[in-house]
């Protein structure tokens, strides 16, 4: 499969407790986004990652959040001691350097709900 | 902040009818692409458009890019249920290695058979 992978598809947490979403991006694509979406909404942005690098966390809030990609393994979302408000469908995407060619491969999405 | 606005935000048609959705910026962008989403999985790319004054066809859909980079429109022509689906635009700044996207907030298509 070279698509972007993501896990788990589904993930249910109590308020408070951790969520971790993992991606693997498309093999040779060295650009990682994470992006937010709720229900019939588009696509908002949190978090572009290089390895090893965060090259723009603009949109990604300052508490409790935060998103790796290191040299080896998989991109790593981190939300610490969710709320209800977290609930939404996560997706990841992978681009080489010129996304604005190439266009983004996106995943399926972990959809997150906190109960 | 560049902003993409989509309009019309939903749109419910019968199978054969055509329609055209739009995205509109007062930003330019140096390209700019059109993707599909189905319920449950991430968005899908459709095309990329780069030069102003683009067209480019895709079976049944066109796309064109505005003359200035700052608008582009998506024509169904002849709709079937397997259109049905939310269509986002999204654009690559100019000015910037065009990594990032600036995605729209999307128009929900449903076509009825």
């Known amino acids: 499969n070279a698509g972007v992978m993501q896990n788990p598809r589904h993930l249910v947490r109590r308020r408070g407790q951790e969520a971790r979403l993992r991606c693997s991006p498309v093999k040779g694509h060295s650009h990682v986004y994470w992006y937010r979406q709720l229900p019939e909404e588009g696509l908002k942005f949190m978090v572009y990652l290089q390895k090893e690098n965060i090259i723009d966390e603009s949109g990604m809030p300052k508490e409790r959040f935060s998103a790796e990609f290191p040299k080896e393994g998989p991109s790593i979302l981190r939300i610490q001691q969710v709320v209800r408000g977290d609930s939404a469908a996560y997706f990841c995407?992978?681009?080489?350097?010129?996304?604005?060619?190439?266009?983004?491969?996106f995943g399926s999405g972990t959809r997150l709900t906190v109960v | 902040t560049q902003l993409l606005e989509q309009s019309p935000q939903f749109l419910s048609i019968q199978e054969g009818e055509n329609l055209t959705v739009y995205c509109n910026s007062s930003?330019?962008?140096?390209?700019l692409q059109w993707y599909r989403q189905e319920p449950g999985e991430g968005p899908v790319l459709l095309v990329t458009?780069?030069?102003?004054?683009e067209v480019k066809k895709l079976k049944r859909l066109t796309f064109q890019f505005g003359d200035a980079r700052k608008d582009s429109s998506l024509h169904i022509t002849a709709a079937q249920p397997g259109d049905t689906g939310l269509y986002l635009c999204a654009g690559a700044a100019r000015g910037t290695s065009g990594s990032r996207l600036t995605f729209g907030e999307g128009t929900q298509l449903t076509v009825n058979p």
């Open positions: 930003s330019v962008f140096s390209s």
């Open positions: 995407a992978s681009s080489p350097p010129s996304a604005g060619t190439y266009g983004y491969t």
């Open positions: 458009v780069v030069t102003g004054g």
